[in-house]
């Protein structure tokens, strides 16, 4: 069955950065778009970034210059790596897969940061 695992979570401070991976199974993961979103207590979930099958990628407007994903589709991984990090960015991410028109996800990492 399909897996999606996330870590690199945890705590940071102001202006730090954090790296996200998601290893992911069962599925064919070359032919998948992947994504990152997030969800602040008591907000919806919101897509963070994105990228297709061949590398093209999309972010929110909050995160782009700070935020960047990436896959290494020979490790079967996705990547988010964050940057310049701020209070607003504190939220659970969970990592997405998008493979012939379902969506899959995982349980999500904790991010906290700390101004």
């Known amino acids: 069955q399909v897996q999606l695992v996330e870590s690199g979570g945890g705590l940071a401070q102001a202006g730090g950065s954090l790296r996200l991976s998601c290893a992911a199974s069962g599925f064919i993961f070359s032919l998948s778009a992947m994504g990152w979103y997030r969800q602040a207590p008591g907000e919806q979930r919101k897509l963070v970034a994105q990228?297709?099958?061949?590398?093209?990628?999309a972010y929110a407007d909050s995160v782009k210059g700070r935020f960047t994903i990436s896959r290494d589709n020979a490790k079967n991984t996705v990547y988010l790596q964050m940057n310049s990090l701020k209070s607003e960015d504190t939220a659970v991410y969970y990592c997405?897969?998008?493979?012939?028109?379902?969506?899959?996800w995982g349980q999500g990492t904790q991010v906290t940061v700390s101004s």
């Open positions: 990228i297709t099958r061949s590398g093209s990628t």
């Open positions: 997405n897969a998008y493979y012939y028109s379902q969506n899959f």
